[in-house]
């Protein structure tokens, strides 16, 4: 007989979270990646956070939303205003002149914040008309306003036929969308 996975409250969640983040903290093996990209005066190339459950499939995951779904890679995911620095070109005017690579940096909230999806907009017009029409995928009424930050993207390797996870958290940008830097990593 299967043994139950016990499901966790909202402060094992949370918890889940913290251990995510200091294990996002700490790692800091893809700077070197790095060295030979140089960037413009008042440039900063950052990784941005983004909280993952570790599970992979329904069954192994001990996390759930509101709703009882389970929490699971493929299906959830969430930015957080926070980055890390991989590499800067500080200038001497900047408030943050001595950024340095594995430095923690607030960017904006709103960074984080979701918006109402223009393709959901779309769609919701669609279900207007008669006969129904047939859709394959129903977009999500949100979408995370982090994808207004694609114009800073950087993909490592021009090379490669598509963008790997990590460069898709990968932006350069200019320095003043850097909202705070948190001393000696403390969050």
């Known amino acids: 007989m299967a043994k139950a996975i016990k499901k966790e409250t909202p402060k094992k969640q949370d918890d889940a979270m913290q ?3 200091a294990r996002w903290k700490a790692d800091t093996s893809y ?9 413009r ?14 599970a992979t499939n329904a069954a192994a995951s001990k996390l759930v939303d509101d709703t009882g779904t389970p ?5 959830y995911r969430r930015i957080i205003p926070f980055a890390k620095v991989i590499k800067t070109h500080n200038i001497e005017s900047s ?16 960074m984080a914040s979701n918006k109402i999806n223009p393709e959901w907009q ?3 017009e669609m279900m207007k008309e008669r006969p129904l029409p047939v859709v394959d995928n129903i977009p999500n009424k949100y979408v ?12 490592t390797d021009k090379l490669k036929p598509l ?14 969308l850097i909202k705070t830097r948190k001393k000696n990593g403390k969050v």
């Open 144 to 155: 995370n306003r982090f994808s207004e930050w694609q114009k800073y993207l950087y993909i």
């Open 122 to 124: 779309q769609y919701q």
């Open 41 to 54: 005066p008042g440039d900063v190339l950052v990784r941005v956070y983004q909280y993952t459950p570790d």
């Open 163 to 176: 963008p790997t996870n990590a460069d898709a958290l990968t932006y350069i940008i200019p320095q003043v």
């Open 19 to 21: 251990r995510h983040f």
């Open 95 to 110: 408030p943050f002149q001595d950024l340095a690579p594995g430095d923690i940096v607030t960017l904006g909230d709103a």
């Open 31 to 39: 700077i070197k990646e790095y060295v030979n990209d140089e960037l």
């Open 71 to 75: 929490l699971i890679a493929k299906t």
